[in-house]
């Protein structure tokens, strides 16, 4: 009986090690925020553990404010605003932050639009100097356009249009979010695309990219009184404007159980199973979420998780199972579990989604026991404590939170918030969420298989 006992007491000193790992984050007084007369929100974390800064600029427009007709506008914006502006070349921008030994990037999501830097942190100045040129003078020129969105054209043909499980993600979203704004792809539309003109790039731009409706987060070796001093140097002179009116991406949550199938010729059939379920910005009580990124954890986090156990090394049925859940979202979001059917036992999707969906039930049915609910926990905290030991990581939680609408305090108290879901809650949470109603299913195929 002892010896048995030993490993959830390893995992229970483990978790506890993790809880003060992550009270101890909460607890450190090293995040500073404030904001700039024209509406600037900056938030800045001091980490002098080595004299690098990173600096990321939010701006809060993405995919899921498009219109109807003008999808991947965010992300083709995105592209453009590195072909020259009013300081730097076509180009410029990232030779400069490379020639002072930093990395830079880019990035679009449904929510928002995202441009980060990491370089040394006497710098700094460099880095926003940037920043404030990016947002507010980009020149967007027709010639520089006309590249881009050929360049934009072939990522989307590469990344989505020649890779079926891209495309049937894409299917999933567009099916799972009917009546929410999610569901325009953040690439945009093929047709979309094609039509695109640069003077709706130019309207786009001066409509969403402004002070008041941007975060700029700074992340490293610095002092946040000097922070500020170079915020106001450069991003003060922009004037604050009026915003479009806009609301939560929130979809049905009883939408009825939906489906969609891509064929191919030459992938092995998977499928994903989705439901529609609440995020923290639209949840009704945190603590839902909290027991669903648990759940998540405990059917798909690891060796020991539950599909990993049962549907791969006990029945042969699946390979490849994934679970995922992104919380920190501005609206509703989606609930995915994924697999591939088992080359070597190959067997009908059908089988495989009565096999997940099975699992599914006996969460539904039967507690966790406290050693899962423990190992789902250290877990969730070890990806955090480990995700905060980079200077990148920690911009990228605070601009997830920020980004949602969210306070960027949000995950302070996360060891003790997923402390407060039982095993009871972990059963209620799955017979309200994981249902029938909120069920979204998206099959790969083989082409032969149109015919059945």
């Known amino acids: 009986m002892q010896r048995r006992s030993a490993p959830i007491y390893g995992l229970i000193g483990l978790l506890g090690l ?35 800064v990173t600096t990321q600029l939010l701006v809060k427009v993405g995919s899921s404010h498009e219109y109807p007709g003008q ?4 992300h083709a914006l995105e592209h453009l605003l590195f072909r020259g502006s009013a300081k730097t070349a076509p180009g410029e921008f990232s030779k400069i932050i490379e020639r002072l030994g930093g990395t830079d990037n880019a990035l679009t999501n449904r929510d928002f639009t995202l441009y980060h830097q990491t370089l040394p942190s006497d710098r700094l100045a460099v880095a926003l100097e940037l920043s404030a040129d990016l947002l507010k003078n980009a020149h967007l020129s027709s010639a520089e356009f006309a590249r881009e969105i050929e360049a934009v054209k072939a990522e989307r043909r590469e990344n989505v249009d020649s890779y079926p499980r891209a495309r049937l993600a894409e299917q999933l979203y567009a099916i799972g979010f009917q009546s929410s704004s999610y569901h325009t792809p953040v690439i945009g539309w093929m047709d979309d695309l094609e039509r695109m003109t640069n003077e709706e790039l130019k309207s786009w731009y001066r409509q969403w990219y402004a002070p008041n409706n941007a975060i700029l987060i700074v992340v490293g070796d610095v002092q946040p009184h000097e922070v500020q001093l170079q915020t106001e140097r450069y991003f003060a002179g922009f004037a604050r404007q009026n915003l479009p009116s806009i609301k939560s991406p929130v979809q049905a949550s009883a939408a009825g159980p939906r489906h969609v199938t891509v064929y191919d010729a030459f992938n092995t059939p998977m499928l994903f199973m989705s439901f529609n379920v609440p995020s923290y910005a639209t949840a009704k009580d945190s603590l839902d979420v909290d027991a669903l990124r648990l759940i998540q954890a405990m059917l798909g986090a690891g060796r020991s998780a539950r ?31 994924s697999a591939s059917v088992n080359p070597t036992q190959v067997k009908p999707l059908a089988e495989l989604q009565q096999a997940i969906r099975a699992q599914l039930e006996i969460l539904k049915s039967t507690p966790p026991s406290p050693a899962e609910l423990a190992r789902a926990r250290a877990l969730l905290l ?14 990228a939680e605070i601009a997830a939170t920020r980004g949602s609408g969210l306070p960027a305090s949000l995950l302070d ?11 009871e809650h972990i059963q209620q949470t799955a017979r309200t969420y994981l249902t029938p109603e909120r069920q979204v299913m998206a099959y790969l195929q083989a082409k032969e298989a149109e015919d059945e």
Do not use: C, K, W
């Open 18 to 52: 993790l809880m003060l790992a992550a009270q101890a984050m909460a607890d450190t007084p090293n995040r500073h925020e404030f904001t700039l007369d024209n509406g600037l929100e900056v938030i800045v974390v001091r980490d002098q553990r080595a004299p690098v």
């Open 71 to 74: 999808s991947g506008l965010s």
């Open 307 to 337: 599909l990993r156990t049962q549907l791969v090394q006990e029945q042969n049925l699946l390979s490849n199972p994934h679970v995922s859940y992104a919380p920190l979202v501005r609206g509703d979001t989606l609930f995915n579990l």
């Open 382 to 395: 070890a990806e955090r404590v480990f995700s905060q030991d980079q200077l990148e990581g920690q911009a």
């Open 413 to 423: 108290n996360d060891a003790i918030n997923l402390a407060r879901v039982t095993p």
